[in-house]
T-cell receptor
């Protein structure tokens, strides 16, 4: 797809609370949806991904849900900790024969102590 | 080798000069990608290689940009006649893929500043 919309751009939550970041994609043929975490001065780090044949995937405090009908997917972080503070990016395959990823604009997650 | 390695981490150059960046992917990975990231934005796809073959180029990749992966291992990205608009973080990623859409792992990036 050529367009991934990500919301919110900034999210501030109290330590211990949950955080949810949402992305909407345009290409109904997309079948792979990764989430990346990027800390200041570092490259993006893959934290979780989901393929279109499942609706939810969990890894400890992190989960991703996918709604193919509505063409959106969400990142859920529970029991947030200070080290969760970072910029999070969703992505989908660029499509059209390209093997790259199209990224959202990112969400700056701030964990308040 | 525990991850994707990029060199240099930072580069400051004068407008009009040529620069070259290097990326060493995870050793068994056959796919290598280049992205560009500007402040406050997500990474933007530039090009990718499967082994030594360059299979896709984004329209963002102007004629001044060229990428190579001569032996299917490390890759270089060269920018000729740099412009101030080229200032960005250049990210490399690699994946092991027999089909599309597998996990891509990024390096720490090369931050280019054109003055």
């Amino acid at each position: 797809g050529e367009n991934v919309e990500q919301h919110p751009s900034t999210l501030s939550v109290q330590e211990g609370d949950s955080a949810v970041i949402k992305c909407t994609y345009s290409d109904s043929a997309s079948n792979y949806f990764p989430w990346y975490k990027q800390e200041l001065g570092k490259g993006p780090q893959l934290i979780i991904d989901i393929r279109s044949n499942v609706g939810e995937k969990k890894d400890q405090r992190i989960a991703v849900t996918l709604n193919k009908t509505a063409k959106h997917f969400s990142l859920h972080i529970t029991e947030t900790q200070p080290e969760d503070s970072a910029v999070y990016f969703c992505a989908e395959p660029s499509g059209g024969g390209a093997d790259g990823l199209t990224f959202g604009k990112g969400t700056h997650l701030i964990i308040q102590p | 080798d525990t991850g994707v390695s990029q060199d240099p981490r930072h580069k400051i150059t004068k407008r009009g000069q040529n620069v070259t960046f290097r990326c060493d992917p995870i050793s068994e990975h056959n796919r290598l990608y280049w992205y560009r990231q500007t402040l406050g934005q997500g990474p933007e796809f530039l090009t990718y290689f499967q082994n030594e073959a360059q299979l896709e180029k984004s329209r963002l990749l102007s004629d001044r940009f060229s990428a190579e992966r001569p032996k299917g291992s490390f890759s270089t990205l060269e920018i000729q006649r740099t412009e101030q608009g080229d200032s960005a973080m250049y990210l490399c990623a690699s994946s092991l893929a027999s089909t599309s859409n597998t996990e891509a792992f990024f390096g720490q990036g090369t931050r280019l500043t054109v003055v």
